[in-house]
């Protein structure tokens, strides 16, 4: 299915000269974080956001408060993970969506883009879940694929899900093997393992010989 197929148009942009009071209601009876809005000629110029809105004085028009117009948007030909990331880069609910000329086309929801996310093979399809670590300057994805693929492991989904003081955290969903066979090279590799949805049989071996080595010493 195309995602062109899930753009709603039911919302059409406010008018910049309508009343505060007017979009205030308006927010009050939905449950999206912006509003679009065009000018007297039609044209898209961006957003107000709820919160600001009901900051406003509501006896004014909407056109005193342009300053505060957020301007993100889509274009109907957008991949759906570029369309996700201009939702959580703008902590919206609701997404513009427009046309190579700029036309207002309708919009996206945040929940029916989520719904294709989570019927992605990353989601849905067997496997385990694999978080590793590395230097930002010395992970790539075409190692990490070649370790995964070496063990017989099929990668179905990667991404950078966390990069904090020059470290890259990197999320994988790997099938077909267990990731036993997998985690002892990723570590070979200088990878950290921030945390694996399976047994590791290394640190439980790494645990009985370390216990064991305690009752040889206290015998």
Known sequence: MKLSE????????????????????????LTYSHIPVKDA????????????????????????YLYAIEDFYVRKDTLWLDVLE????????????????????????????????????FFHSAGAVLVIEKGINDYSFSEISQIVESNNGK?????????????????LKIGNTSLNDIIPTFRRYSYNIASGHEEDSY?????????????????
């Open 41 to 64: 000629n039609g044209v898209f110029m961006g957003v107000f956001f709820e919160t600001d809105v009901h900051c406003f004085d509501s006896d004014k028009p909407a056109s005193e």
């Open 86 to 121: 201009a939702f959580a880069q703008n902590s919206a609910n609701i997404m513009p969506v427009l046309d190579e000329k700029n036309n207002y086309l309708g919009y996206y929801e945040l929940k029916d883009i989520i719904s294709l996310f989570n019927e992605s093979p």
């Open 6 to 29: 899930f753009i709603i148009n039911d919302i059409k942009p406010v008018e910049s000269t309508s009343k505060v009071s007017d979009l205030q209601s308006l927010f009050n009876q």
């Open 155 to 171: 990668l179905l989904g990667a991404f950078v899900s966390k990069i904090k003081n020059d470290v890259v955290q990197v999320t």
């Open 203 to 219: 640190i439980e071996s790494l645990k009985e010989r370390s216990d064991y080595l305690n009752k040889y010493l206290n015998m």
